[in-house]
T-cell receptor, first 114, second 116 residues
Framework: DTEVTQTPKHLVMGMTNKKSLKCEQH?????MYWYKQKAKKPPELMFV???????INESVPSRFSPECPNSSLLNLHLHALQPEDSALYLC?????????????FGQGTRLTVV | AQKVTQAQTEISVVEKEDVTLDCVYE???????LFWYKQPPSGELVFLIR??????QNEISGRYSWNFQKSTSSFNFTITASQVVDSAVYFC?????????????FGKGTRLHILP
């Protein structure tokens, strides 16, 4: 099983809303990631969690707030987003932090901010 | 610099033709990993292959094959007898190991259209 599950698949939110994106994996992976992907661009790294602790924040605005409640779950809390934050948000996981194994990606959440 | 270059932005071929997607990388690390991912319209990035810097053997998996040439810093991907289902964006990616920071560096991707 190499599945990373993301919910919801689509999300439309207003600029004053608060919403959360969820990601789940049951592969025992201890590194989890959030990526943002704009149309016709490669994925851009936002956050990395290693052993449930935030290890990388790529200077992401504070309106994006990640959370890793346990080794299987990763959330991304959204608040006061801007229309330019509309994008595909991808979650990924890999086996062990610091080891250069491949990452497995979810199907993503297509977010539209209106 | 750590960088992946996919010079082909978009390629169109007719079904059953062979097609090669180019990937050139730059890294200071002596140990690193290279990957190819496929992204169909549904959005998910599908892992295709991993190759480490010490293993220059070419790999074949069905209609897919990969050619890793350390001397030219290239990791090219060939689809033989292409099919419409191969239409997708393909990303080449690099994972350096020196910093142990778990970052994957993606190329800009090649959009492949297989025409029936």
């Amino acid at each position: 099983d190499t599945e990373v599950t993301q919910t919801p698949k689509h999300l439309v939110m207003g600029m004053t809303n608060k919403k959360s994106l969820k990601c789940e994996q049951h592969m025992g992976h201890r590194a989890m990631y959030w990526y943002k992907q704009k149309a016709k661009k490669p994925p851009e790294l936002m956050f990395v969690y290693s052993y449930e602790k935030l290890s990388i924040n790529e200077s992401v605005p504070s309106r994006f707030s990640p959370e890793c409640p346990n080794s299987s779950l990763l959330n991304l809390h959204l608040h006061a987003l801007q229309p330019e934050d509309s994008a595909l948000y991808l979650c990924a996981s890999s086996q062990l932090p610091g080891q250069a194994t491949e990452a497995f990606f979810g199907q993503g959440t297509r977010l539209t901010v209106v | 610099a750590q960088k992946v270059t996919q010079a082909q932005t978009e390629i169109s071929v007719v079904e059953k033709e062979d097609v090669t997607l180019d990937c050139v990388y730059e890294t200071r690390d002596t140990t690193y990993y290279l990957f190819w991912y496929k992204q169909p319209p549904s959005g998910e990035l599908v892992f295709l292959i991993r190759r480490n810097s010490f293993d220059e053997q070419n790999e074949i998996s069905g209609r897919y094959s990969w050619n890793f040439q350390k001397s030219t810093s290239s990791f090219n991907f060939t689809i033989t007898a292409s099919q419409v289902v191969d239409s997708a964006v393909y990303f080449c990616a690099l994972r350096p190991t020196m910093n142990r920071d778990d970052k994957i560096i993606f190329g800009k991707g090649t959009r492949l259209h297989i025409l029936p």
